[in-house]
């Protein structure tokens, strides 16, 4: 077997001896292993088109966070056809870490390292499509609070989790809810005034958040969870933790295939997906699941 390493020394938790220790696991099992250091943004999602393009290793692996893991899958994708396509194995090694928690848990890395390499299982997860950019999500999307802490993360200096929950603490302060509708598979499940919308995918954002607790990353569909302005801010950040929001006042939870998030005042949306906020002036966006459609390696 050979193995491509791709590591962001800018990535939120990152050290050069954490990607070295993972070389030399992977080189113990009798692997061919490269390593790439990323050198500029974009440079992740080069290195793994690469990958089906040319063929070679037959696993990548990603060390970094979110970000890193939503490049990197985005290169695999459009490298190859669906039945070409490599497993990809993701390490924690960013600021939030939330497709490493879907995945693996809150195991530590050598854990699921050493699962991977001994006892191997490729498990096939969905992508959201978002119509209005042709990007891919990997975790998922947002709108309302939980893009808008992105915004205020920008100014935060700390490191791993920590930085989103003083960016979220921040953000809470001046946030007002904004008029929206959301639409599944063609039928409206929330209008009004919207604190939150997510989408997706992964059932964690920010690493400590269960926003979607209920949902699965391969069954074809699309969760959806808008939250209102019955429960006060504080209590639907607390419910939020354990995914104990769902059900509560004010809080709507959906699957489909196709989910459109809107702005019915106008004024631009506050969105992201997979962490990246979106800098255009949209008031609508749409996401349809891609289903099955990246193979990563899993417990």
């Known amino acids: 077997m050979s ?25 113990g099992v009798g692997a061919a292993v490269e390593l ?3 050198e500029r943004p974009g440079h992740a999602h080069k290195l793994a088109f690469a990958v089906g393009e040319r063929g070679g290793p037959a ?12 490049d990197v899958m ?43 390499l001994s006892r ?26 939980a893009a808008q802490t992105l915004v205020t993360a920008r100014s935060v200096a700390d490191t791993g989790r920590a930085r989103y929950e003083e960016a979220l ?26 604190v939150s919308v997510g989408v997706g995918g992964g059932r964690h954002r920010g690493g400590r958040f269960m ?15 808008v939250a ?14 354990d995914g104990s929001h769902v059900g509560g006042p004010g809080v709507v939870y959906a699957r489909g295939r196709r989910v459109v998030v809107e702005r019915t005042d106008g004024e631009p949306l506050v969105f992201e997906y997979d962490g990246d906020l979106l800098p255009g002036a949209a008031a609508r966006y749409t996401l349809d699941v891609d289903p099955h459609a990246l193979p990563v390696l899993a417990p």
């Not at 696993?59 to 939503?70: E, F, K």
């Open 120 to 145: 191997p299982r490729v498990r096939r997860v969905d992508l959201a499509r978002v119509a209005e950019t042709d990007g891919l999500a990997l975790l998922g999307a947002s709108s309302g609070l």
């Open 74 to 116: 985005t290169g695999l994708y459009e490298g190859a056809p669906a039945e070409r396509r490599v497993p990809l194995l993701v390490l924690p090694f960013g600021t939030g870490n939330s497709f490493y928690r879907e995945i693996w848990s809150d195991r530590p890395w050598q854990e699921a390292l050493e699962s991977a």
């Open 169 to 194: 603490a921040r953000t809470v302060e001046a946030f007002r809810p904004y008029p929206g509708r959301v639409t599944v598979d063609g039928e409206v499940v929330h209008a009004g005034p919207t």
């Open 3 to 27: 193995v491509l390493v791709v590591a962001n020394p800018a990535a939120g938790t990152y050290t050069p001896e954490m990607s070295e220790a993972v070389v030399r696991r992977i080189a």
């Open 59 to 70: 696993l990548v692996v990603s060390i970094g966070g979110d970000g890193t893991a939503h």
């Open 36 to 38: 790439a250091v990323t």
């Open 228 to 241: 209102g302005t019955a429960l006060p801010l504080p209590e639907l950040l607390r419910l939020c933790r």
């Open 211 to 225: 926003l979607l607790p209920r949902s699965v990353m391969d069954d074809g569909l699309l969760d959806v969870c």
